[in-house]
């Protein structure tokens, strides 16, 4: 093949989306810190299925609208850092497919060299040592060393080897993937990307996962609250199953199972790995479907759900997202949580509308975008407190701009939630934007976040050896401490802090528990800290979130 058309495109990078999805969980896994939030593969995945998603809707087959599409969708369902920097590379291809009804193996080199400039472009301070190194080394490669190779089969054959010989030598490039012993996920991801066009090049075109994007990348909960649609079946079922055949399973079996699904109802997945069977199918009868693959195998993991009681409540909500908020307001504030004990009390503080998300569950363009638009105030201040969601609030800010000339979106730098409720108890409406912002920015540096999770592998940090299953206190810095007794690690935290400070520079300590913290273990932990200073005020709330044990700011 030495001419690539629009129709080609659609197909390689749907099994480019299907490589990044089956590696989904081992790039989320290649995290720096080896704490249980990394979010890379699913934050990607996120950006790839909306891009399937307008490639679906799309009828031409013209390179320059499949493209098009692609680009489109990758920034709507962007999420995270990771997330943008992809959409910004498939943004810089598809200016480059501008005019071409047709690539050649330069064209698509020259391609890469206009995604490489659009994505260094959309970041203040590009880092060497992450996807933004894989796009410029492949953008390099293919102008010099791939420049005679006119078959796309071997110059995506090269251009994947290039990839992950890239990724592995990102550690050399950035120290702390070094220490962590880890190559940066992002890179990885870049790569999975890269495999998919070549294995599509290849005759690789079927990508099974995409069949239902949906039940591929997120829960089955998840899969119900996106469905508006009328139900044929009211059972979400997945199952893995571990084959009793050592050699995997055969092709027959395999084939049979999914014929077999097809006869009980709809939305079906069906994925082999070695002697793993994972399925998806929405069914009225999920109990004959268990006992059909316990016929061949052992049930390993079992979930289901009755799809018709949680529509039945999203329907009822639907007439919710009609509604503006903010009305009257000359600000109107968006802040994201990742907790409903948190997201309470920003609503206190006067948010008007709350996403949920955070570690883990970074959200899309598409769901800040949405947040802004429905603020009826030509003044909107967001909260993203997360640094991994500022990138994605820069772009929906600048999205709704355009869109809304007379409206002004306003993206606060806070990184952490702690950050985010300090900066909200100044808010005052009655102030003009200008002295809202200062006032705002002034309270939020004011705040020292502490942070308290766990360790999910052996690591270095700062040269300090971390092992897997120890608490962990991050602040501003990284790493402030570890150790195997959680109200241990929490005063030895609050302690470094506090004895490099200035006398009185401190007085209020709060402390939001999270989802897996009982209410009596957060107020034992606050008696511990009242007799270790007395002279400090003390306040607990429930945070609710997820991952973290302990959120806590002092002020």
Not at 166 to 185: N, R, S, Y
Not at 274 to 285: C, F, G, N, W, Y
Not at 413 to 436: M, P
């Amino acid at each position: 093949m030495k001419r690539l058309n629009g129709k080609f495109f659609a197909v390689a990078f749907k099994k480019a989306a299907e490589r990044l999805l089956v590696n989904k969980d081992e790039i989320n896994a290649l995290n720096v810190f080896p704490v249980p939030d990394g979010d890379t593969g699913s934050n990607m995945s996120a950006a790839v299925l909306e891009a399937v998603e307008y490639l679906n809707r799309l009828s031409s087959t013209d390179l320059d609208q499949i493209v098009d599409a692609v680009k489109k969708g990758m920034l709507m369902g962007a999420r995270g850092n990771s997330g943008v920097i992809l959409s910004q590379i498939f943004r810089g291809f598809a200016e480059g497919t501008k005019g071409r009804k047709y690539l050649t193996t330069k064209a698509f080199s020259e391609c890469l060299v206009k995604a490489r400039e659009v994505a260094y472009k959309s970041v203040m301070k590009p880092v060497e040592g992450t996807m933004l190194t894989v796009i410029r080394v492949l953008a390099e490669k293919g102008l010099s060393e791939l420049i005679e190779v006119e078959d796309f089969e071997e110059y995506f054959d090269r251009l994947t080897e290039i990839a992950f010989k890239t990724v592995d030598e990102t550690p050399k490039m950035l120290d702390k993937l070094k220490e962590a012993g880890v190559v940066d996920a992002g890179a990885k991801g870049l790569a999975y990307i890269v495999e998919g066009f070549k294995l599509a090049a290849f005759g690789q075109i079927e990508a099974e996962l995409l069949e239902t994007p949906a039940a591929a990348t997120i829960s089955a909960e998840q899969i119900v609250e996106i469905a508006r649609e009328e139900i044929k079946f009211s059972y979400c079922t997945e199952l893995i199953i571990k084959l009793r055949d050592k050699n995997g399973g055969t092709h027959e079996t395999v084939d049979a199972l999914k014929k077999y699904l097809e006869t009980m109802g709809d939305s079906i997945v069906a994925v082999n790995q070695d002697d793993l069977i994972k399925i998806h199918v929405h069914t009225d009868h999920p109990g004959d479907v268990i006992e059909e693959f316990l016929k061949h195998g052992d049930l390993q993991k079992v979930k289901i759900d009755n799809m018709k009681i949680q529509h039945d409540h999203i329907v009822e909500a639907s007439a919710e997202e009609k509604k503006t908020y903010a009305a009257g307001k000359k600000h109107g504030i968006v802040a994201v949580s990742p907790g409903e004990g948190l997201s309470e009390i920003m609503k206190s503080l006067g948010v008007d509308y709350i996403i949920k998300g955070g570690q883990t569950m970074n959200p899309s363009l598409k769901d800040l975008f949405q947040a802004i638009e429905r603020l009826d105030s030509e003044n909107v201040i967001v909260f993203p407190n997360n640094p991994n969601i500022l990138l994605t609030a820069r772009e929906a800010a600048t999205a709704v701009m355009e869109k809304n000339p007379g409206k002004k979106v306003f993206i606060l730098e806070t990184k952490t939630v702690q950050e985010g409720i300090a900066a909200l108890t100044v808010y005052d409406d009655e102030l003009e934007t200008e002295k809202l912002l200062e006032e705002i920015k002034e309270a939020m540096s004011h705040v020292i976040p502490i942070s308290v999770t766990y360790a999910i592998r052996d690591s270095s940090i700062k040269g300090k050896k971390v092992r897997k299953g120890e608490y962990l206190a991050i602040g501003k810095d990284g790493l402030i401490n570890s150790g195997r007794k959680l109200e241990k690690v929490v005063r030895d935290a609050i302690g470094s802090i506090l004895k490099d400070a200035e006398e009185d520079e401190y007085s209020i300590i709060t402390v939001f528990y999270g989802s897996d913290v009982k209410e009596e273990q957060a107020e034992k932990l606050i008696e511990l800290l009242s007799d270790d200073y007395d002279d400090m005020e003390f306040e607990v709330h429930k945070g609710g979130q997820p991952y973290y044990y302990y959120l806590i700011s002092l002020e």
